[in-house]
């Protein structure tokens, strides 16, 4: 609860703003969906067979699965808010669609009759009698169609579209639940207020509820048409995935880029989404340039057939050729931390023993109580791996999942984690990082990727992005994710102050 | 005036309508009565066509009706619908002037001409106009549908059963409400009814109708004197004087038993000689055609018992 007050008081702002992002595409997918239902709706309504194949349509397109949708259409129109909007289109047409085509037609025949032997125009007869008396079915459509919207936006987050959705992913991706909390209770809460608000317009007459429609639709056009106007016109698009890390690094190479070339403005798309959202959004030109680890690469993103190296230059080099050949991407050269698999024990542990090197751990094993990861705990490149090459087994393990991993060490439950290099938990647990001496874990280094175009137009970027190579160490890094994740520094001022800190960048910029 | 000529009307292979010839006079109070099935509300609806016929003319003063143009016929033809129809989300001005809306007339004439209509059929505009159907009773809700159709001041006014549902209260009320309006307006009224004594009551002329055949036109003294079948006399007799219950209807139902006991009673005698009788004794006997029976109290009551719940 502290924590989420926290949250609340230092990122109010950017939550005001994702809960704006969340209503805006929520609401303009609705009004779209509702645009396009409705009139369909209407113009069916008196041909049933095509109303069943349009039924069936919209039954069909709901079934597939969000996250397959977004997928599908991410070569199509790339990433962001227009794919995030489309989908949540798709999924909201059906109840919309379906009650308007039930609500039309199953408006009792004597009234349908009546107006018929008035002789009222088709229009006349919409407008007057049939919309009017289906407009209760049509707005529980609409209610049905939103509530569902407002929860599957969430997943805007991850094709970069923001929202709400953004503090759940974090959440998840952190073992953050104060944020992923705050995700779920808002949204959950959007949802609430907004089905309430559309109860309360179905209370109204037809013609005040087309006044309150219209005046959205103006506000929503209004807000977005003055963004428009007042955004300035970006030339370089830095985007990272989820998390305060590459944050942090985005906001170094927006400051760096700013600072060389003052002719480039550079926007920054913080908790983009996942590995392979960003590397088509890069591959598409929706971004320009993200950190990507150079483990990462040869693992999920080329195709390469030699095994796996422990050297991080030899991994550099083939990630960044295949990258080329595949892809004509550039990667630049990587920074000096690693964030890879990494073996954690207590302060006490360590100087009780002198531990310092995972080698060490061979005189205490059967005093290691472990617990880990349950996918560190299985793979080859995890304990198996770790317990083969080293030569060791401990006295205890148990799989746990991460944050409670965390918990239990700070606890004295347990006296040896796994745990990524550059995790915040290392330093605000005061826990010591083992050097991995036999260069057992592959190594994962950071470093800009951008495509050859984008560098053929702009080779100073080269330059400028280069002054970070070899830079930023572990322990670097690490203080700078423990200040954005538990002291909820913001990640802007953190990297500049590393920059400025380093020589990088001037001081008063 | 309003002629059929050789008009029919087949649904697949039903015949609703068989070359029908029938002419309504302007300003007539014209009558349609029939059994159900008999086709008087096919004919009714043919006229403002809400169902075309198979072959066959219709023509309105003169012009035929497949030549004219259908909403404009229409909104010049004012329609009562047997389950009132008003529109539920519209209040009782607006559902009075929904054909002056529909021909643009302008909003303070519209509720000018719905005041005046509700003032004609005695309901207080100041207190009835603005409320919505729902607030009506049938009867009041059955008043608002007669002046909906009267509200473009047409020529024509076509009513399909308008007063079945109401209670005999206000159908008597109702029934006085369109004579009267018939005689201030002179427009052509066409009727539909099933029932002979509101036909006789409201028609000038009256067309009995069966299984899609004409049976008789004419007014209602003459088909009262001289019915020009057996079925015009029958629905008549029906109707209009429920036929008494005998001893033989009894018997036919099939209680009684045969005796040989002396008879008492005619079979033609009505049911109350028979109860009657059963006072002073347990059992009567009863001649029939069939030869002598014997009847019980209890057969007397269950036959009213089985006949109450038809």
Redesign the interface.
Known sequence: MQQINHIIQTQGSEIVQAIGQHIAISLVSLLIAALIAIPLAILLMNHRRAANVALQITSILQTIPSLALLGILIPLVGIGTVPSIIALVIYAVMPIFQNTYSGLTTI?P??E?????????RQ?KLV??EL??ALPMIISGIRIALVMIIGTATLAALIGAGGLGTYILLGIETNNNALLIIGAVLSAALALLFGAAIDWLGKLS?RRVGIVLGVVVVLIGGVAGYRHLVQPQATITVAGKLGSEPEILINMYKDLIEQDHPNIKVTTKPNFGATTFLFKALQSGSIDIYPEFTGTVLESLVKHESSASRNPQVTYQRAQKALKAQYQMAYLKPMKYQNGYAIAITQAFATKYHLKKISDLQRVAGKVHAGFDPDFYQQSAGYPGLSKAYGFKFGSVKTMEPSIRYQAIHHGKINLVDGYTTDPEVQEYHLVVLKDDQKFFPPYQGAPLMTEKLLTEHPELRTTLNKLAGRVSTTDMRKMNYLVTVKHHKAATVAREYLQKQGLLKTGN | MIEFKQVTKRYDDQVAIADLNLTIPTGDFFVLVGPSGSGKTTTLKMI?R?IEPTSGDILVDGKNLRDTD????????G?V???I?L????NIQENIA??P??LGWPRKQRIDRARELLAQVDLDPDQYATRMPSELSGGEQQRVGIVRALATKPNVV?MDEPFSALDPISRKQLQDLVLRLHHELQMTFVFVTHDMPEALRLGQEIAIMRNGHLQQIGTGTDIVQHPANDFVRGFFQNQSAPRAVTIQNLLNAGYGTPTQAPATLMATDSLGTLAQALRQQAAVVVTTAQGPRQVTTPDLLDYLAVKEGD
């Open positions: 009792d004597n009234l009759e009546a107006a018929e032997a008035f002789g009222l125009s006349k007057r009698v009017p008396l037809f | 403002n809400l259908l909403r404009e016929m229409r909104l010049n033809m329609y619908l047997q389950n129809a529109f539920p989300n519209l929904i054909q809306e529909s076509l």
